[in-house]
């Protein structure tokens, strides 16, 4: 009976052996250690090429303290503005030889914290987007998940690179926008409780209502989907505004959506504003007026700033801080002048 071929993998033991050296050696010299005598590193190399080795990406991960891979935590990945982030930031690490592990945290944000710290320990580095977790939790966790970006937040740690959108700035050209077109009653759908940058916007529609006290602006609330938007119709309705800015813009098309079940035209009875500007915004019915952000922008910044903590690169001076990115206001279809009888009412 014949006995059964079988394949071995070639080890480090093979090529310390061909090439008479330590396995010691071999590890040093196929992790790029230079102080290996470089006549004894040639001929570990020529042996490993003769024998077709392949170093074990685990075990090389292992010796090297490092595994080529890093963590991004977000809050929702059926969001297209994250899918956009997590676009850009692949896009970006893979051109340095750098994997991107994912995780979502479903909006929950006492998931979070386990998530990020289960990330980092698999990962050289994490990126927290939009983290929905408290403030007292980040400053807390912070430390512990270095080297780390933060993408829509910022962090009293100065170590923890920090991209941030102005959407205090983007929500007041929306309300500004809807009262050029002679809109006095507006609302807002706000997002969600936790999150920092429905926060932001509150913060910059506190400044409209300054700037405009015989303005009407009535807070609904929604949150970060779709299907928020849609659920939104009756509150819209009853609240009587005319110009409606919807916390992003899947909460826009959702209420586009009821207002149309519903028989509502828009802009001709009522104005609606997304805010992000995804791809989908530019093919609603009717398109959408919104406040674009450069997603695909912030996703490659992201790894820019993980690459320079990995490499222990030091910032420029006098780009310490946050780094602000500041939202375009987009005008489509989805917003139109008021109604004369409703500006009358």
């Known amino acids: 009976m014949g006995r059964r071929a079988t394949t071995r993998r070639i080890g480090i033991a093979d090529v310390a052996l061909k090439a008479g050296v330590s396995h010691a050696t071999v590890s040093r010299v196929m992790n790029g250690n230079f102080t290996v005598d470089p006549a004894i590193a040639e001929r570990v190399k020529a042996a490993a090429t003769e024998l077709n080795y392949q170093p074990n990406p685990v075990g090389r991960s292992l010796a090297l303290g490092k595994t080529d891979t890093i963590g991004i935590v977000v809050p929702d990945l059926s969001n297209p503005t994250f899918q956009a982030i997590l676009r850009g930031l692949s896009m970006a690490a893979a051109q340095d030889g750098y994997r991107v592990l994912i995780a979502d945290s479903s909006e929950v944000s006492s998931e979070e914290a386990i998530l990020a710290g289960e990330a980092r320990r698999r990962c050289d580095g994490l990126v927290l987007c939009a983290p929905r977790m408290s403030d007292a939790e980040l400053e807390e966790l912070a430390p512990s998940l270095h080297p780390m970006v933060l993408i829509n937040r ?183 002048p008021v109604r004369a009888e409703r500006r009358a009412g």
């Not at 916007?201 to 779709?226: N, V």
């Not at 800015?245 to 959702?254: C, P, R, S």
């Not at 019915?285 to 912030?298: D, F």
């Open 154 to 336: 910022s962090t009293m740690d100065t170590k923890a690179p920090s991209l941030m959108v102005d959407y205090g700035q983007g929500i007041q050209e929306l309300a500004e926008h809807l009262v050029g077109l002679g809109h006095t009653q507006l609302a807002f759908l706000a997002g969600p409780e936790r999150s920092a940058s429905n926060g932001l916007r509150l913060q910059g529609l506190d400044k409209f209502k300054a700037a405009h006290p015989e303005i009407d602006l009535r807070m609904l609330d929604a949150g970060s989907s779709f299907e928020a938007g849609h659920e939104s119709v009756d509150s819209v309705l009853a609240s009587g505004a005319t110009g409606v800015m919807a916390f992003n813009d899947l909460v826009a098309m959702g209420l586009l959506s009821g207002l149309h079940e519903r028989g509502v035209r828009v802009p001709e009875d009522i104005s609606v504003t997304g805010f992000d500007d995804i791809p989908f915004s530019r093919y609603t019915t009717p398109t959408l007026s919104t406040a674009a952000v450069p997603i695909n922008e912030l996703g490659q910044q992201a790894w820019h700033r993980m690459r320079d903590l990995i490499r222990n690169v030091s910032p420029d001076a006098g780009n310490e801080g946050p780094t602000i990115f500041l939202p375009r206001l987009e005008v489509r279809g989805s917003t139109g």
